[in-house]
């Protein structure tokens, strides 16, 4: 069967197989409009194929780059954690589109403060140090 894979499943916790489709869902009016999925491929199945590799940031970028939404309406990009790196924020907001979604604690920030000054943490650190209050 084409399009069958292994990858790691966050809900398994442990490699499986299946399919490695990207798809994206456009709510409008309360109204959920599934996009047109996209085949993932691993770099060695690009290579054992001959076809270009794209990685699944890359089919993310191409979609928000090509999605025509509804003249008028405001666009908000809602990510799963996988695919919050600046790539992806940065397409949408050259689109002028709003972002927001998880990120993984492992993640590198920039913590800005009072002074100005600029410290790099994790996403952990920086958690562990909120309050409930926060």
């Not at 990207?22 to 999925?37: H, S």
């Not at 979609?63 to 939404?69: A, G, K």
Request: charged letters at 25%; hydrophobic letters at 35%; proline letters at 3%.
């Amino acid at each position: 069967m084409g399009g069958l894979g292994s990858h790691y499943s966050n809900t398994e916790k442990r490699v499986v197989r299946g399919h490695c489709l990207l798809t994206g869902l456009y709510m409008l009016l309360g109204q959920r409009c599934p996009l047109q999925p996209q085949l993932y491929r691993q770099k060695y199945v690009c290579q054992q194929e001959g076809v270009p590799f794209q990685s699944k940031i890359d089919l993310a970028v191409q979609e928000i780059e090509q999605f025509e939404p509804v003249a008028g309406s405001h666009t908000h990009v809602l990510m799963d954690s996988w695919f919050h790196c600046r790539k992806v924020r940065r397409a949408a907001q050259k689109r002028g589109w709003d972002v927001s979604g998880g990120l993984k604690s492992n993640r590198v920030m920039r913590q800005i403060h009072e002074d100005g000054s600029r410290t790099w943490l994790k996403v952990s650190e920086y958690a562990a140090d909120l309050e409930a209050t926060d």
